[in-house]
């Protein structure tokens, strides 16, 4: 796997220090093994082996991760940002109906993903309505409706039996009759073709004229694994989309297709589909899809595991600090710092028995009280930080000007460091916790 390979490139990397070109470049060489296996498209790998190696660059050895699970998280968190950080939302028009027309090959998932999304949307609390514009195939109207029947929603179809009727006209009557009977979502079936041509796009951009979409929603076959630059690009010129939707996630594809068309397209993936049955359908998480394309979720839980153990040992530390009384303010800066990532001042309270009523207490201490409280701290010279005992009036004074806040919040800070200091020397001894000054039992 990707992490055994890097592993054993990465050995001779240890401690401190920045990571080397060499280093880089020997690392770039197994993500972009990795990327390919997934089937990302070629010029969408070099684009972004490009960005990782920038990253990597400027990069400090971790002390938290060893130099081959640092590379994967900055691979990670960069395949997690092109495909989307967050997941966007669905585009609903001011004035309803809002219109979603569905393109994309024959086979993609088109029909399937109509009954999907209708139910998905219905759950939400709206009333969605099909409309089967795809009159190509035979079967492909009766396919809908069935779908539509299983989703409990209103599917609206061409009378049967007047030959193959006009699909821009089915579009523009479906559109009507949803208004008329009060239903707030349009979903637009489109028929596709085995490979893009000239008139399924002709055809896919007629009906997006007459329906005015809100969103037009690309359907592509995970599976589909390179095709999908060219596919996505073809869609791209002739009907425009401003949304991705991949299917067929279920099976054994590794993803890049995802990637690729993320990236080719810049439009967002709003949702995946998993399997045949209508429940198998869910908004697209781009995290999942990384630790997918890169084929190690176990490491990626590993990293985080390492991290958060990383924290803990340093609120350890703390703990034993706190205890010792040997507690100055930088540890205080460090632990608050620490707070925003997993609140280690309450697990490291956790740790003592009986300190519950100041978990409390400091519970209480919001994220813009702690960035003026880091402030304070950053504002004094190491010397104070270590013994707050020299801050006198005049370091208070020039204190309070450089960082901003008032000197009774420094007052304030002192003080309150003082408290905790001598709270948790008392519970130390109580307890039995920490250095010389306490008890050990
Ligand atoms: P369309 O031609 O784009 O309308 O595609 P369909 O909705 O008719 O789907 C083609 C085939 O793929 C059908 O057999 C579906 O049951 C199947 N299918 C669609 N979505 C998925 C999926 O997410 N997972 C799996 N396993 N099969 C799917
Ligand atoms: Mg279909």
Redesign the pocket.
């Known amino acids: 796997t990707l992490s055994d390979r890097l592993t054993s490139v990465l050995q001779n990397l240890r401690g401190k220090g920045k990571l080397s070109d060499a280093d880089i470049d020997s690392t770039a060489r197994e993500i972009r093994i990795a990327l390919l296996e997934a089937d990302v498209a070629l010029p969408v790998v070099r684009a972004f082996i490009a960005k990782v190696k920038e990253r990597a660059k400027g990069a400090e050895v971790s002390e938290a991760l060893n130099p081959a699970q640092q590379v994967i998280k900055i691979v990670n968190e960069e395949l997690v940002a092109i495909l989307g950080g967050e997941t966007r939302r669905l585009n609903l028009a001011k004035n309803p109906p809002t219109v979603l027309m569905l393109a ?10 109509a009954g999907k999304l209708a139910l998905w949307l219905k759950k939400q609390g709206h009333a969605p309505m099909l409309v089967a514009c ?1 009159l190509q195939r035979p079967n ?1 109207v009766t ?1 809908l409706q069935v779908v539509g029947e299983r989703a409990g929603v209103q599917t609206f179809a061409p009378e049967p039996g007047n030959g193959v009727g006009d699909p821009v006209d089915v579009a523009r009557r479906g559109i009507a009759e949803a208004k008329h009977s009060q239903h707030d979502i349009v979903i637009v ?1 489109t028929a ?1 073709r085995l490979g893009v041509d000239e008139e399924l796009m002709r055809q896919a951009a007629d009906i997006r004229d007459a329906v005015q979409p809100d969103e037009t929603l690309f ?1 592509v076959d995970a599976m589909i694994g390179q095709d999908a630059v060219t596919t996505a690009e073809a869609f791209r010129d002739g009907v425009g989309f401003t949304g991705v939707v991949l ?5 054994d594809a590794r993803g890049g297709a995802a990637l690729s068309v993320r990236e080719v397209t810049g439009q967002p993936i709003l949702f995946a ?4 049955k209508l429940e ?1 359908f869910d908004l697209f998480h781009p995290d999942r899809m990384a630790s997918r394309i890169l084929g190690m979720g176990d490491m990626l839980t590993l990293i985080e595991q390492a991290e958060q153990a990383f924290d803990q040992e340093k609120a350890e530390q703390a703990a034993q600090k706190l205890g010792s009384g040997e507690l100055t303010l930088e540890d205080f800066l460090e632990q608050m710092l620490a707070v925003r990532k997993m609140g280690p001042i309450g697990n490291l309270l956790g740790m003592l028995p009986g300190a519950g009523q100041m978990k409390d207490q400091l519970a209480q201490v919001d994220d813009r009280s702690l960035d003026r409280l880091q402030a304070i701290i950053r504002g004094m010279t190491p010397a104070e930080r270590a013994d707050p005992k020299i801050i006198n009036a005049s370091r208070r004074q020039r204190i309070a000007k450089g960082s901003g806040v008032a000197v009774r919040e420094v007052n304030d800070l002192v003080n309150r460091f003082y408290d905790a200091k001598k709270m948790m020397q008392q519970m130390a001894g109580r307890f039995g916790f920490g250095g010389p000054g306490g008890n050990n039992r």
């Not at 994309?104 to 993903?113: E, I, S, V």
């Not at 299917?247 to 099976?251: Q, R, S, V, Y």
């Open positions: 994309g090959l024959q086979g993609a998932g088109k029909t399937t993903l795809d492909a396919q079936d596709g359907v299917t067929k996630l279920d099976g589909s998993n399997g045949e198998d």
